[in-house]
C-alpha cells in the first residue's frame, strides 16, 4: 500500500477534463451542423506533425484532441442523426463504459476478472429474455453484427459438419464435405463477409429470391440435402423488412439445416410487445446475431452473437493453454468469442438494461419506429415517394429522377439540421432516414422533414 502520488493526481486531472470535455461536447450537438464544417476538417492538417521525441503535457495532448478533433466529428451522437442506422449513446451506457474504461479489464476469464465476467452473465441472461430468445441459448459479446454473424456462423460450420461426422476446428474444410449455404438475395454485405471469412465461398453462396420489400420468398427454400446453412434476415438495411421466419425456420431445421438470423437491428423488434409480430417464429432458429450499438445506443464496438445449443458455441471457439487458468466452475468469455482479450463490452449493456428496464427498452423502439413513420406521412403529404412500407424504422424517399434525389441528400446534408444518407434498392435511388436514437425528440423530427423539405425546394428552384 502507499499514499497518494503526484501521478494519481494528474491522473484525476485528466478525467475530470475528459469527463467535462465529454459533456461540453453532447450538450453542444443539438445546436451545431449535424455534418462537421469543411473548416473544422480542413484544421485537421494540424495533426499531421512528425511523433514528438520528447515526452509532453497529457493535459495538452487531450486538449489538442478536443480543438482539432471534436469539431471535425459527424454529430451521430446527436438527436437528429438519421444515417447508417446509428444511434447515440445512452448517458448511462456511456458513462457506465468509461467506468470500466478505468477498471481496464480483460474480459476472458472469469477467475481472473470476476467481476466484469459475472456483470456480463447476467446482461446475456437480460437480452435473451428481452428479445425473446430461448433462456437456455448462450452467447457472446464481440464487436459488431459482421463478428456476430461471423461468431454464430462458425458455430453453425461445426455444427453441421460435426452431424456429417468431420471436425472441422481439426481437419479444416479443404476435405470437408461440402456445406450449402443459402441467403436472401437481399442479405448484409457484412453476412457475406463472414461466411467467406470462414470459407464458404462467396458465389458458392445460394440465393433466395426476394419479394418487393426485400424479404426472402418464403416458396424458395431449395430441397435441404446435406450440411446446410440457412441464413435469414431480421431488418432489411433498406426498408427494416423481415424475412418469412415461421415459414422457413422449421422445413429448414426439421430437413436438418442449421438456421441463422442476422438481426443487426430488427432482432430489437422482439423487445416490443407491439412490434414483436414483424419478427414472428424469430425464435425458432438455431442462432442469432445483433448489434447493441445500434439500437440498444450503448457505445461502439458492441454486437451480440446468441447460439441456441449452448455447447455448440465453445466447440467453435474454446482456447486452452498452459499458462491460462483451468475452466473453473464458471464459464469462462474467451471460449465463446474469436478474441482472448477483449475490453468488457456487457457492462455498458448492463447497464442500458438495468436503467431502461423492459418497458424502457420497448419504448425507445417504438418511439423510433412512430418517429419512422411520421418523416414518411409528411413527406409522402408533401408529394415525394416512399418506396418501402416504412414496417421499422426505416424509410426510402424518392424525390424524382435519381440526380434530384442525390442534390436533395446533397443539400440536407449541407445544411447541417439533420443528416440523412442515400441509397441505390432494387434499381431505385432513394434517402435512406434511420431512426435509432433515445436522443432523438419529436420536435427534433418535425425540425428535420423542415429541413428536408427547404433542402428539395432548393433543389426544385435550382432546376
Ligand atoms: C442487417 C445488418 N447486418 C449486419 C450489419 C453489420 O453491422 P456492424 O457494422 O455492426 O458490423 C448491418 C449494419 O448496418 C446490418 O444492417
Given at each position: 500500500?502507499?499514499?497518494?502520488?503526484?501521478s494519481?493526481e494528474v491522473r484525476s486531472e485528466l478525467l475530470r477534463s475528459a469527463a467535462e470535455r465529454g459533456a461540453s461536447y453532447?450538450?453542444?450537438?443539438?445546436?451545431?451542423?449535424?455534418?462537421?464544417?469543411?473548416?473544422?476538417?480542413?484544421?485537421?492538417?494540424r495533426l499531421?506533425?512528425?511523433?514528438p521525441?520528447?515526452a509532453g503535457d497529457p493535459a495538452a495532448a487531450l486538449a489538442e484532441l478536443d480543438e482539432f478533433v471534436s469539431p471535425a466529428t459527424?454529430?451521430?451522437?446527436?438527436?437528429?442523426?438519421?444515417?447508417?442506422?446509428?444511434?447515440?449513446?445512452?448517458?448511462?451506457?456511456?458513462?457506465?463504459?468509461w467506468?470500466?474504461a478505468a477498471?481496464?479489464?480483460?474480459?476472458?476469464?472469469?477467475?481472473?476478472?470476476?467481476?466484469?465476467?459475472?456483470?456480463?452473465?447476467?446482461?446475456?441472461?437480460?437480452?435473451?429474455?428481452?428479445?425473446?430468445?430461448?433462456?437456455?441459448?448462450?452467447?457472446?459479446?464481440?464487436?459488431?453484427?459482421?463478428?456476430?454473424?461471423?461468431?454464430?456462423?462458425?458455430?453453425?460450420?461445426?455444427?453441421?459438419?460435426?452431424?456429417?461426422?468431420?471436425?472441422?476446428?481439426?481437419?479444416?474444410?479443404?476435405?470437408?464435405?461440402?456445406?450449402?449455404?443459402?441467403?436472401?438475395?437481399?442479405?448484409?454485405?457484412?453476412?457475406?463477409?463472414?461466411?467467406?471469412?470462414?470459407?464458404?465461398?462467396?458465389?458458392?453462396?445460394?440465393?433466395?429470391?426476394?419479394?418487393?420489400?426485400?424479404?426472402?420468398?418464403?416458396?424458395?427454400?431449395?430441397?435441404?440435402?446435406?450440411?446446410?446453412?440457412?441464413?435469414?434476415?431480421?431488418?432489411?438495411?433498406?426498408?427494416?423488412?423481415?424475412?418469412?421466419?415461421?415459414?422457413?425456420?422449421?422445413?429448414?431445421?426439421?430437413?436438418?439445416?442449421?438456421?441463422?438470423?442476422?438481426?443487426?437491428?430488427?432482432?430489437?423488434?422482439?423487445?416490443?410487445?407491439?412490434?414483436?409480430?414483424?419478427?414472428?417464429?424469430?425464435?425458432?432458429?438455431?442462432?442469432?446475431?445483433?448489434?447493441?450499438?445500434?439500437?440498444?445506443?450503448?457505445?461502439?464496438?458492441?454486437?451480440?452473437?446468441?447460439?441456441?445449443?449452448?455447447?455448440?458455441?465453445?466447440?467453435?471457439?474454446?482456447?486452452?493453454?498452459?499458462?491460462?487458468?483451468?475452466?473453473?466452475?464458471?464459464?469462462?468469455?474467451?471460449?465463446?468469442?474469436?478474441?482472448?482479450?477483449?475490453?468488457?463490452?456487457?457492462?455498458?449493456?448492463?447497464?442500458?438494461?438495468?436503467?431502461?428496464?423492459?418497458?424502457?427498452?420497448?419504448?425507445?423502439?417504438?418511439?423510433?419506429?412512430?418517429?419512422?413513420?411520421?418523416?414518411?406521412?409528411?413527406?409522402?403529404?408533401?408529394?415525394?415517394?416512399?418506396?418501402?412500407?416504412?414496417?421499422?424504422?426505416?424509410?426510402?424517399?424518392?424525390?424524382?429522377?435519381?440526380?434530384?434525389?442525390?442534390?436533395?441528400?446533397?443539400?440536407?446534408?449541407?445544411?447541417?439540421?439533420?443528416?440523412?444518407?442515400?441509397?441505390?434498392?432494387?434499381?431505385?435511388?432513394?434517402?435512406?432516414?434511420?431512426?435509432?436514437?433515445?436522443?432523438?425528440?419529436?420536435?427534433?423530427?418535425?425540425?428535420?422533414?423542415?429541413?428536408?423539405?427547404?433542402?428539395?425546394?432548393?433543389?426544385?428552384?435550382?432546376?
Amino acid at each position: 500500500m502507499r499514499g497518494r502520488t503526484k501521478s494519481d493526481e494528474v491522473r484525476s486531472e485528466l478525467l475530470r477534463s475528459a469527463a467535462e470535455r465529454g459533456a461540453s461536447y453532447l450538450a453542444a450537438l443539438g445546436q451545431r451542423s449535424v455534418r462537421p464544417s469543411p473548416e473544422a476538417i480542413a484544421k485537421l492538417d494540424r495533426l499531421e506533425t512528425p511523433i514528438p521525441e520528447k515526452a509532453g503535457d497529457p493535459a495538452a495532448a487531450l486538449a489538442e484532441l478536443d480543438e482539432f478533433v471534436s469539431p471535425a466529428t459527424l454529430a451521430t451522437a446527436g438527436p437528429r442523426f438519421f444515417g447508417f442506422v446509428i444511434g447515440g449513446s445512452l448517458p448511462v451506457a456511456l458513462a457506465a463504459d468509461w467506468l470500466a474504461a478505468a477498471w481496464d479489464q480483460n474480459a476472458a476469464i472469469d477467475s481472473v476478472t470476476p467481476g466484469v465476467a459475472r456483470v456480463e452473465a447476467v446482461a446475456l441472461r437480460w437480452l435473451l429474455d428481452v428479445l425473446g430468445l430461448p433462456a437456455d441459448a448462450d452467447g457472446a459479446f464481440v464487436t459488431g453484427a459482421t463478428m456476430a454473424n461471423f461468431t454464430a456462423l462458425a458455430a453453425a460450420r461445426h455444427a453441421v459438419l460435426a452431424r456429417a461426422g468431420w471436425d472441422v476446428e481439426a481437419d479444416g474444410l479443404t476435405a470437408a464435405p461440402p456445406v450449402t449455404v443459402v441467403t436472401g438475395e437481399e442479405a448484409h454485405p457484412t453476412l457475406i463477409k463472414a461466411l467467406a471469412l470462414l470459407g464458404f465461398g462467396r458465389r458458392r453462396i445460394v440465393r433466395l429470391p426476394v419479394d418487393g420489400q426485400g424479404r426472402a420468398r418464403a416458396g424458395s427454400l431449395p430441397r435441404i440435402d446435406g450440411p446446410t446453412i440457412v441464413c435469414l434476415q431480421a431488418g432489411n438495411i433498406n426498408t427494416g423488412a423481415f424475412d418469412p421466419f415461421e415459414s422457413i425456420c422449421m422445413p429448414a431445421r426439421d430437413a436438418g439445416a442449421w438456421v441463422h438470423v442476422d438481426g443487426a437491428f430488427g432482432l430489437w423488434a422482439q423487445a416490443s410487445p407491439r412490434l414483436a409480430s414483424l419478427s414472428r417464429g424469430v425464435e425458432l432458429a438455431d442462432s442469432w446475431a445483433t448489434d447493441a450499438h445500434k439500437w440498444l445506443n450503448v457505445p461502439y464496438d458492441s454486437g451480440l452473437a446468441f447460439v441456441r445449443e449452448p455447447d455448440v458455441l465453445p466447440r467453435a471457439m474454446a482456447i486452452s493453454a498452459e499458462y491460462l487458468p483451468a475452466p473453473g466452475a464458471r464459464r469462462n468469455p474467451c471460449d465463446y468469442t474469436p478474441e482472448l482479450s477483449r475490453r468488457a463490452r456487457g457492462v455498458e449493456i448492463w447497464a442500458a438494461l438495468r436503467s431502461l428496464g423492459r418497458e424502457g427498452v420497448a419504448e425507445l423502439i417504438e418511439r423510433n419506429c412512430r418517429q419512422a413513420r411520421r418523416f414518411a406521412e409528411r413527406l409522402a403529404a408533401a408529394g415525394f415517394e416512399i418506396l418501402n412500407d416504412v414496417v421499422l424504422n426505416q424509410v426510402l424517399v424518392s424525390f424524382g429522377s435519381p440526380e434530384t434525389t442525390l442534390r436533395v441528400i446533397d443539400s440536407v446534408q449541407e445544411d447541417g439540421t439533420c443528416w440523412c444518407g442515400g441509397t441505390v434498392w432494387q434499381g431505385h435511388t432513394a434517402m435512406r432516414v434511420s431512426v435509432c436514437s433515445w436522443a432523438t425528440t419529436d420536435e427534433d423530427v418535425e425540425l428535420s422533414i423542415d429541413a428536408v423539405l427547404r433542402a428539395a425546394r432548393r433543389v426544385r428552384a435550382t432546376g
